[in-house]
């Protein structure tokens, strides 16, 4: 099946500065990946997803890259905010609805 | 749209008894999933419905876990008998259709058994 990694596990960032999370996968048939968010105490919730035929994909602070050569996709987050403190999951499938999460990365924005 | 929701928030009990999650999907929507979140494991897939039907329930840990969906709104995930080690974040999400389509996640519940 399909297996996740993602990095880094946990990401320490100055408001304002830049957050880069990075996913690896390894079937090369997957071509679903969405990100999601998930506050402290809450429910993940997707804040953007790309598909394998687009190799970026650009959400107000949010982008996502995708290099499905090197089996690998990447959120990037510019102008961080306080409110971008969360625990965020990739995620990946191919086309059917096992979507295999990574383990996480919790992302806190120091004011 | 109230969003996938989950009964109940919290559930503590001893180990030994038996606990029912209830969920309630996103009207229209077709598929629903169980997932588990712990610390160890992260989220893990246990078993997802395709229009009532349960498609793969690789997932589910043994057999005292069973999960039903009777009706299009209506799904139970029991775990008879409860053990210290289930003790985890069961979310309930539900997709309008198959492949490629975001998950929408319930809030949760939080269970314990001692």
């Known amino acids: 099946g399909e297996n996740v990694e993602q990095h880094p596990s946990t990401l320490s960032v100055q408001e304002g500065d830049s957050a880069v999370i990075k996913c690896t996968y390894s079937?090369?048939?997957?071509?679903?990946f969405p990100w999601y968010k998930q506050e402290l105490g809450k429910r993940p919730q997707l804040i953007i997803d790309i598909r394998s035929n687009v190799g970026e994909k650009k959400d107000q602070r949010i982008a996502v890259t995708l290099n499905k050569t090197a089996k690998h996709f990447s959120l990037h987050i510019t102008e961080t905010q306080p409110e971008d403190s969360a625990v965020y999951f990739c995620a990946a499938s191919q086309g059917d609805y096992k979507l295999s999460f990574g383990a996480g990365t919790t992302v806190t924005v120091r004011a | 749209d109230a969003g996938v929701i989950q009964s109940p928030r919290h559930e503590v009990t001893e180990m030994g008894q038996e606990v029912t999650l209830r969920c309630k999907p996103i009207?229209?929507?077709?598929?629903l999933f169980w997932y588990r979140q712990t610390m160890m494991r992260g989220l893990e897939l246990l078993i997802y419905f395709n229009n009532n039907v349960p498609i793969d329930d690789s997932g589910m840990p043994e057999d005292r876990f069973s999960a039903k969906m009777p009706n299009a709104s209506f799904s139970t995930l029991k775990i008879q008998p409860s053990e210290p080690r289930d003790s985890a974040v069961y979310f309930c999400a539900s997709s309008p259709r198959q492949g490629g389509s975001p998950l929408h996640f319930g809030n949760g519940t939080r269970l314990t058994v001692t």
């Open positions: 009207s229209g929507h077709d598929y």
């Open positions: 079937d090369s048939a997957s071509n679903y």
